[in-house]
């Protein structure tokens, strides 16, 4: 039912990527079931010229090299005790990437419960952030240099989308100007939008 999007529709500019990826499916195919989530938020990183991005000053480093490969890589990186997942995009060379902050459950509630703990009451907790959106996808360091139209992690054309709405990003402060550039991307009224919508 589900098949990787074309490798093209990646190798595009950050923001217009940051926004047509709203709308889209993440895929996780494993043995004990699939999990689908359709993205509702995310957020574009700029590379060499954006303070906020990893790659600022096109930064080459162990953990930024691969937003210097291939457009539709996987890159992942851990903040705290959270692992959080990026697209990279754009030319090969040129470090930019978009973080999938959020997304809306459309298969394998229960295994993302499962992943994320009996704790969680409300589904729409589940995958409101891009640390819980992973951890409730079961997607884990072991995808980084992954690329994303290729089984069993991948992404997939998704449904039409509604109003985008854009903002701010989120946790990026003493970033100087840039933390007001609005390269947050979001779907209007959607309740898996994480609570930094405004």
Not at 21 to 26: A, E, H, R, S, T
Not at 72 to 84: P, R
Not at 116 to 133: C, Q
């Amino acid at each position: 039912m589900y098949e990787p999007i074309n490798s093209s529709f990646f190798n595009v500019p950050v923001l217009e990527l940051a926004r047509n990826l709203v709308g889209q499916y993440i895929v996780h195919e494993e043995p004990e079931g699939l999990s689908v989530v359709r993205i509702v938020e995310t957020e574009a990183y700029h590379g060499a010229e954006d303070r906020a991005a990893h790659s600022y000053g096109n930064r080459r480093t162990k953990r930024t090299e691969i937003m210097f490969g291939k457009p539709g890589s996987v890159y992942t990186y851990q903040m705290h005790t959270h692992t959080l997942m990026n697209v990279v995009c754009a030319q090969e060379g040129t470090p930019h990437a978009v973080l999938l902050r959020a997304g809306e459950p459309i298969e394998g509630v229960r295994h993302m419960q499962q992943r994320r703990g009996i704790h969680i009451k409300k589904e729409t907790d589940l995958t409101n952030g891009p640390g819980k959106l992973s951890k409730a996808l079961g997607v884990t360091m072991s995808y980084y240099g992954h690329h994303w139209t290729q089984k069993p992690l991948y992404i997939a054309e998704g449904l039409p989308q509604a109003e985008i709405e854009t903002g701010p990003r989120v946790g990026i402060g003493n970033t100087g100007e840039a933390v007001h550039y609005p390269w947050r991307f979001f779907e209007k009224d959607n309740p898996f939008v994480s609570k930094y919508r405004k």
